[in-house]
């Protein structure tokens, strides 16, 4: 098939950028058709650790239950509160929606693959030219840095969804949350500085390439992953840290005013962002397209097309495991009060990360960065064996005593109980096996 005389010979760079077009708008479709699909998994994943049966009466098994929530969105009535600031209103949950997408064009989801006889079939090719490209919208140096730069601006769409909406409750939630993402951003840059120091490298593929040299982040910095996985679900604003929409005390957060599809928007930007979380994740500490966490044989840089495909779906099944994880941990572990997500972070992950990325430092500089895993395993004990001369702040939401209660109980003169059970002076959850498997704290 010779179509040079419609077209013009491709050179090298072209071929790439086509390619990175091409990958652009197929992973736009793939995370579109994966947040839709995301919520019914999540329906599906907390329906069978709850023992129900979950959503499966629209469609073959409820397969088509992501069409029908779509449409009910579109259905609804677009409804914008009087005061609100209509241009803010509306830009809102563009601005956490966004960032989630743009993030991807740095993601390699392979190697590099030769196509030289793809373009010389069609006959595009130049005389004596080869044409390997990378699977990559943008092969940039500081790919890492433009991530975590864009990922921050979901805040905005946070803070001005609130500000906007003319709300005490939407104001409160968007500054609960709005304190929130920005203070576990410093642990989780803090952490991701522990990759690149090790790696010595702001580039994608330098830090998958790392990894199939040797072996996965995951193995060699355990403490930092676990830091990192937690600040992406505080980023993601999913449970246990989804204090901006606790509905017991917020109503719904800073998205209480929104209706229909911009309501859809703020739903599905959990999902965008934690997919994205997942993705960036996979490529810190998972290895990317790697299959082997340790040395040894691996899948390798330049591919084949076939082993190519075979790299895209291992990323995307490293990805799909991390979202299905990020689900089981939302309906395993209770919300955090805001005083303690706070402290966690301030008082905790940040000098715990500050550590491991000085422990990074002295393993650079002495040439012994295969035994990581070894100073991961030393931070852990010196974090837990120091732990308490790092500050600490007073205990909030302490218990107020209330006369006549069984925290405070009223005492007769003689240092009887006034008509009530000895047990009432005990101050344990379940002080008694007569009260019943209770708790009235």
């Not at 077209?7 to 992973?27: E, I, K, R, Y």
């Not at 550590?355 to 990581?372: G, K, P, S």
């Not at 600490?392 to 209660?405: F, Y």
Request: net charge negative.
């Amino acid at each position: 098939m010779d179509l040079s005389p419609y077209l013009p010979l491709l050179d090298p760079s072209t071929a790439q950028a086509l390619v990175g077009v091409l990958l652009v708008v197929a992973m736009l479709h793939v995370i579109l058709g994966g947040c839709a699909y995301g919520v019914m998994l999540e329906r599906k994943l907390s329906s069978w650790m709850q023992d129900r049966v979950g959503p499966n009466r629209v469609g073959p098994r409820g397969l088509f239950q992501p069409l029908a929530d779509g449409l009910k969105f579109m259905m609804k009535e677009d409804y914008n509160p009087a005061g609100v600031d209509r241009a803010l209103f509306i830009l809102a949950p563009a601005f956490i929606v966004v960032p989630a997408f743009i993030g991807f064009v740095i993601m390699p989801w392979g190697g590099e693959v030769d196509i030289t006889a793809i373009v010389q079939f069609f006959g595009l090719a130049q005389p004596n030219a080869t044409y390997p490209v990378r699977l990559i919208a943008a092969d940039i140096n500081v790919g890492v840095v433009y991530l975590l730069a864009t990922g921050g601006l979901g805040v905005y769409g946070v803070a001005l969804g609130g500000w906007a909406s003319n709300s005490k409750w939407s104001f409160l939630g968007g500054l609960r949350a709005g304190a929130q993402m920005i203070s576990y951003e410093i642990p989780m840059g803090l952490t991701l500085l522990c990759v690149v120091l090790a790696v010595g490298s702001f580039n994608p593929y330098d830090i998958v390439g790392a990894q199939l040299a040797g072996q996965w982040n995951i193995v060699q910095q355990p403490l930092a992953a676990i830091i990192f996985y937690t600040c992406l679900l505080a980023e993601a604003n999913r449970a246990p840290f989804d204090l901006a929409e606790a509905e017991s005390e917020l109503v719904g957060g800073y998205h209480t005013e929104y209706s229909s599809m911009k309501f859809a928007l703020y739903f599905l930007g959990e999902y965008f962002h934690l997919i994205t979380g997942s993705a960036f994740f996979t490529m810190l500490f998972l290895g990317g397209w790697s299959l082997n966490p340790f040395t040894g044989y691996d899948l390798p840089f330049a591919a084949t097309p076939l082993v190519a495909l075979l790299q895209v779906a291992v990323v995307m099944g490293k990805i799909t495991f991390m979202v299905s994880f990020a689900m089981a941990i939302r309906w395993t572990i209770p919300r955090f009060r805001f005083d303690q997500l706070m402290r966690l972070s301030w008082e905790g992950l940040i000098p715990a990360s500050l550590i491991l990325l000085l422990m990074v430092a002295f393993a650079v500089y002495f040439d012994a960065l295969n035994y990581l895993w070894a100073g991961s395993i030393l931070c852990g004990v010196l974090i837990y064996m120091f732990s308490w001369i790092m500050p600490s702040s007073s205990e909030s939401n302490r218990r107020i005593k209330m006369i006549g209660s069984r925290f405070s109980p009223v005492v007769d003169g003689e240092g009887t109980l006034a008509g009530r059970p000895a047990v009432a002076l005990d101050d344990r959850a379940m002080p008694d096996p007569r009260q019943g498997p209770i708790s009235i704290h």
